[in-house]
């Protein structure tokens, strides 16, 4: 059995039902971040993941048909996570684009969220930013704000301790918004 | 003191950050069903929510003046939710947009949201169709499936125990997801 859980974009996110998912699990990976926000809760043993990429997770889905795992995903796993990448049951937790959300005051249904992670997606965003005027970028330090037309609002790090808002980029955990 | 709170879509979403939240409440609004997920975590004032409206959000935006009051949300406050429409600090919870999206195993990043309640969205889903070739309705027993040109997959009241997969639409709390 395997599942991918959202641990939430920082500490104290964590629902009930990945609590549950988390504390009946023989073996839990995650990367070093998502393990510490539900240590607490881990009874089986624990992986720390510092390897990604289609061969880890095969052989994580080879170890799954005859044990519990659990894959922990920081944020929610659908939202740019791990859970197009594990072939395992998804438990969702509150992403960082929520928390953005949230503190814009803008609704999903305005918006249309891009994921820049590693690649280019400017024009991406113009036909976003075309199609519905409001977008939310997934951005690290690599993307280029003069690339985007329109007024932008940074927000770095949300629910951590450094938490900041501004007008320039300084985190690779960086929500970028974008209106016109 | 004024908190809009989301308790997710179904019970055992909260999460452990909105609980607190909530048990710090002197007076709690919401719907029943919002109540119901959060009541074990409620020492203050209960107050069910019968009406929404302008009236009543401005009533309770006074009373927040000099008290601390939540109002619950059910799903997320930011996905068509009370997040606009009252003017607090908002927590958010896991939306019913992010079952289907794990259910679904299709990322946030390749689709377009479209909220359909009480409202004409065959354009709206049209463009974004052409824009992103997938996309999530929140669509009630109202929306015509016929007005959709692609593959249609209706999930409906998901995370509770009438959770149903199909191809037509019997509950208010339906997610349409349409991809071509």
Known sequence: MLYVVGVGA???????????IISKAEVVYGSE???EYAKEFIRGEIRVLKKFGKDVYEEIEREAKDKKVVVLSTGDPMVSGLGKKINGIVEPG?????LALAKLRVDLCEVVVVDSHGKDSYDE?????????????LADKNFDLSKVKGRVIVLENLGLEDERVGEDIKSDLAIVYVER
């Open 10 to 20: 920082a500490k104290g996110y964590l629902t009930d039902r990945a609590k549950e």
């Open 94 to 98: 509150i992403s960082s684009v929520q």
């Open 125 to 137: 965003i113009e036909k976003a930013l075309e199609f519905r005027g409001k977008v939310l970028v």
């Open 33 to 35: 971040r998502a393990i």
